[in-house]
């Protein structure tokens, strides 16, 4: 398992940027696809973007597409979420979270969001006022 932090959230106005960053520790987050994940208040936590191990793959959820950047940098553990052009829609606390499985490649990119994400971060808070 690996165990995550994120940190980046904030408030920002609509229209504004946010970067995301979810540190690693541990040996194998190269090993694993990565996934964001949000949860606004009184909703169910939702897929937001996710990439696999090589960072070659990614997949995002319509609400977000063109908006938002899930990149990864193996060398420094660390998996980022870049957001621009946010709305007060995207107010939620932003988990990321690790799939169980090893070098998953996720050849068709839209099984990332099934994928079996078992290792979770502590959430990071995003405010988007309008």
């Known amino acids: 398992q690996v165990q995550l932090v994120e940190s980046g959230g904030g408030s920002v106005q609509a229209g504004g940027s946010l970067r995301l960053s979810c540190a690693a520790s541990g040996r194998t987050f190269s090993h694993h696809a990565m996934g964001w994940f949000r949860q606004a208040p009184g909703k169910e936590r939702e897929f937001v973007a996710g990439i696999n191990y090589r960072g070659d793959t990614s997949f995002y959820v319509d609400s977000v597409k063109g908006r938002f950047t899930i990149s990864r940098d193996n060398a420094k553990n660390t998996l980022y979420l870049e957001m621009n052009s946010l709305k007060p829609e995207d107010t939620a606390v932003y988990y990321c979270?690790?799939?169980?499985?090893?070098?998953?490649?996720?050849?068709?990119?839209?099984?990332?969001?099934?994928?079996?994400?078992?290792?979770w971060g502590q959430g990071t808070q995003v405010t988007v006022s309008s």
């Open positions: 979270a690790a799939d169980s499985l090893l070098y998953g490649v996720y050849v068709i990119s839209s099984n990332l969001r099934h994928a079996a994400f078992g290792s």
